[in-house]
């Protein structure tokens, strides 16, 4: 494994949409690595048409958060008290109901 070159972070091209860096590889084409990659420690960043690769340096200080993580951190928030609530209730009320059964049966 070869690396092409060195490229400092803030050298990269960032696409917020997708959360993608690039950078134009010689090829014509474009390394790309995912802000998720660069938290998971990867900082390798390949082209999908050649076999160059780059290393990109940075600290992870210098990352923006990830902005899927924020949301979906929001929503079970949220979401998890309401639906725990109903649960217990559901079950509460099927325990009831099945012990009166068992108790009409016998
Ligand atoms: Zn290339």
């Not at 780059?54 to 993580?69: M, T």
Request: glycine share 6%; hydrophobic share 25%.
């Amino acid at each position: 494994m070869s690396i092409y070159e060195e490229v400092e972070f803030e050298d990269l091209n960032y696409d917020p949409k997708t959360q993608m860096y690039t950078y134009p590889c010689p090829c014509g084409d474009m390394f790309s690595i995912s802000l998720e990659a660069l938290w998971d420690g990867e900082d390798i960043a390949t082209c999908p048409s050649c076999t160059l690769r780059i290393e990109i340096i940075y600290d992870e200080e210098d990352l923006p958060q990830l902005r899927e993580e924020s949301e979906s951190e929001d929503e079970d928030e949220k979401g998890g008290q309401g639906e725990e609530g109903e649960n217990m209730k559901k079950e509460v009320d099927g325990l009831a109901e099945n012990t009166k059964k068992s108790l009409t049966i016998k």
